[in-house]
């Protein structure tokens, strides 16, 4: 199974981006969906979730301004960043919890790192 990202890039601010992250390869169910965000210096975070039921929770520093979303049927994982600022500059990773058969545990499953850089 593996996780690709994308969408990355340099933007001004106020600017937005998407960032996707498709899973593939031999998936029987994902549950958790989650973008995390690591600025230089600094740990990394949960910046916004989604679970199979749907329900969502961002950070505080970006609810209002970041909207996470999941297509199910291609198990990617979308996160849409409006208003970006300076200080959402960061590598964003992609973070699913699946599994590969009904009766397997479910595992967590990292993407590689998409740079985000907000300036003017």
């Known amino acids: 199974v593996q996780l690709q990202a994308s969408g990355g890039g340099l933007v001004q601010p106020g600017e937005s981006l998407r960032l996707s992250c498709a899973a593939s390869?031999?998936?029987?169910?994902?549950?958790?969906k989650a973008w995390y965000r690591q600025a230089p210096g600094k740990q990394r975070e949960l910046v916004a979730a989604?679970?199979?039921?749907?329900?969502?929770n961002y950070a505080d520093s970006v609810k209002g301004r970041f909207t996470v979303s999941a297509d199910s049927a291609e198990n990617t994982v979308y996160l849409q960043m409006n208003s970006l600022k300076p200080e959402d500059t960061a590598v964003y990773s992609c973070?699913?919890?699946?599994?590969?058969?009904?009766?397997?545990?479910?595992?967590?499953?990292w993407g590689q790192g998409t740079q985000v850089t907000v300036s003017s």
């Open positions: 973070r699913v919890d699946l599994r590969v058969t009904s009766s397997s545990v479910y595992t967590i499953v």
């Open positions: 390869g031999s998936i029987f169910g994902i549950r958790y």
């Open positions: 989604v679970s199979t039921g749907g329900t969502t």
